[in-house]
């Protein structure tokens, strides 16, 4: 261990989506000129920004019945902005695929509702149309096979629809990160940050190897984020439920991406069905919604992070207790636990598979194993409510981000908010070429628009 201390302007901790996204922004748009990325892990984007983790999706809010208008607004500009760095950065297509995708309601109730939506949204989508049975048939033919005639369908389309490797995409900002001989960006990886102490104007950040100093901090750690706040004495309101989605997969039974109405009261996106990126051969059908105890699926050791984040104080008991015990939640909650059952749970699901192609057979659906990440929601200890979407935490020269969907299709949104915040904690001398930046990204520059998410 080398007692040496690297002294740097600013130090990002995870490198995800987040952390690289934020790492392009503030390399390229900004004079600061000492940066490290410090990242756990031998790779970027091995956990939630895996590709086997999240759902690929690249959401703009035409088809997510989830959002209301407003969220579909921001939502749209913060995907406008992935989609336009791909279109002039990946000309090979190494990291996207796109296809069609439309929202698919079934029965006179769900019919009735989307034509109201289409009402609402098509201003904000000029490219989205309501299409009916003819259409829909010869768009996605195994929607309608096998299905009953006198069923009412109708479904929401567009041609927009974009299907992202995000890992892979997370390799492309890095990359343009480190295209600045000037400056010095530095890649810590395999290194686990252990601790981070404030000590007058800087930070010093523990980590298993070299000692770090840093001027400003973003900790970019998914659930550990909040975990890292709690121990400087932020976000001491906040629990998380680290909600575990699970997919299985088929072969190519869509030719897009097909999703489902959302079902009432439940916060989380309703299944859908997804061409895998890059493999028009398989689809995706996913994800599923169970809580567990963990920060990091599949990580037992965050098992004790995770109590450690929720904290076991009285309002952490009633806020779950109070966000678990509505019926609605409750019985959702447990379908998706009998989801793991062996064969039970496979054929619960084939039912919701069902919904969109009502022909798939039980043995075509397989388990997606090891497949899954997890989405790290927001509980506010004080209202004890779930708070959906992301969280911003911001202290004093540090800020930390907690991302649960669609914290990746947000990502340069949310770069963008956050090198604001950087370059104003770092003082007068430092600047963020937001004109710039966002003329590259082919985004009206409009100063109302800096919108938290
Ligand atoms: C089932 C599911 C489906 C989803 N579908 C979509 C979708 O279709 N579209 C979409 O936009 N979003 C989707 N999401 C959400 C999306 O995956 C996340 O919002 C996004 O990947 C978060 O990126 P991140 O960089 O913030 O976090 P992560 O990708 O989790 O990265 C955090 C990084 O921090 C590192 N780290 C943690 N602690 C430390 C430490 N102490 N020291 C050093 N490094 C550390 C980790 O190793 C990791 O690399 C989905 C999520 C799930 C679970």
Redesign the pocket.
């Given at each position: 261990m080398s007692s040496e201390i690297k002294k740097y302007d600013v130090a990002i901790?995870?490198?995800?989506?987040?952390?690289t996204s934020l790492l392009y922004t503030l390399s390229n748009y900004t004079n600061i000129n000492k940066i490290v990325l410090?990242?756990?892990?031998r790779e970027?984007?091995?956990?939630?920004?895996h590709k086997n983790?999240?759902?690929?999706?690249?959401?703009f809010g035409d088809i997510e019945t989830n959002y209301t208008l407003e969220k579909a607004e921001k939502v749209d500009r913060a995907a406008s902005m992935v989609r336009n760095f791909l279109l002039k950065n990946d000309l090979q297509q190494q990291s996207y695929s796109k296809y069609n995708k439309m929202v698919l309601a079934v029965g006179r109730e769900e019919t009735e509702e989307l034509r109201n939506r289409y009402q609402q949204f098509k201003q904000l989508f000029p490219k989205l149309k309501l299409i009916e049975r003819e259409e829909i048939q010869a768009i996605e033919p195994n929607i309608l096979t096998g299905r009953d005639p006198g069923e009412d369908v109708n479904a929401l389309f567009t041609d927009e629809g974009y299907t992202i490797d995000?890992q892979k995409l997370s390799e492309l900002f890095l990359e343009q990160s480190r295209s600045q001989p000037e400056k010095t960006i530095d890649l810590m990886m395999g290194?686990?940050?252990?601790k981070i102490e404030k000590d007058g104007d800087i930070y010093h950040i523990e980590t298993e190897g070299e000692a770090i100093a840093a001027k400003v901090v973003a900790v970019?750690?998914?659930a550990?984020s909040l975990l890292?706040a709690k121990s400087l004495g932020y976000g001491k309101d906040f629990a998380l439920l680290s909600v575990?989605?699970n997919f299985y997969l088929a072969p190519g039974v869509l030719n897009g991406k097909v999703y489902t109405m959302q079902l009432k009261k439940i916060p989380f996106a309703a299944i859908h069905g997804d061409p895998e990126v890059r493999d028009r051969s398989q689809t995706r059908f996913?994800?599923t919604a169970k809580a567990i105890l963990m920060l990091e699926r599949g990580n037992y050791a965050t098992v004790a992070e995770y109590f450690q984040t929720a904290g076991l104080s009285l309002a952490a008991f009633q806020s779950f207790f109070k966000i678990l015990s509505d019926p609605a939640i409750w019985r959702y909650m447990l379908r998706n636990l009998v989801y793991d059952i062996p064969a039970i749970g496979k054929a619960l699901f084939l039912q919701e598979v069902r919904k969109i192609v009502p022909s798939i057979k039980f043995k075509q659906l397989k388990f997606a194993k090891g497949y899954?990440?997890?989405?790290p929601q927001i509980v506010n200890l004080k209202t004890k409510t779930l708070d959906l979407g992301e969280a911003k935490i911001i202290g004093d020269r540090i800020l930390f981000?907690i991302?649960?969907?669609?914290?990746?299709?947000?990502?340069l949104q949310n770069a963008e908010c956050d090198a604001e915040k950087i370059v104003y904690f770092l003082g007068q001398d430092c600047a963020f070429d937001r004109y710039k930046f966002l003329q590259d990204l082919e985004i009206e520059s409009d100063r109302s628009a800096i919108v938290s998410l």
């Open positions: 901790v995870g490198a995800g989506i987040s952390g410090i990242e756990k892990n970027v984007a091995l956990v939630n920004s983790s999240n759902s690929q999706t690249l959401h995000f290194t686990k940050v252990k970019m750690a998914g550990h890292l575990a989605g996913g994800p899954g990440g997890i989405r981000n991302t649960p969907s669609p914290g990746a299709s947000t990502c």
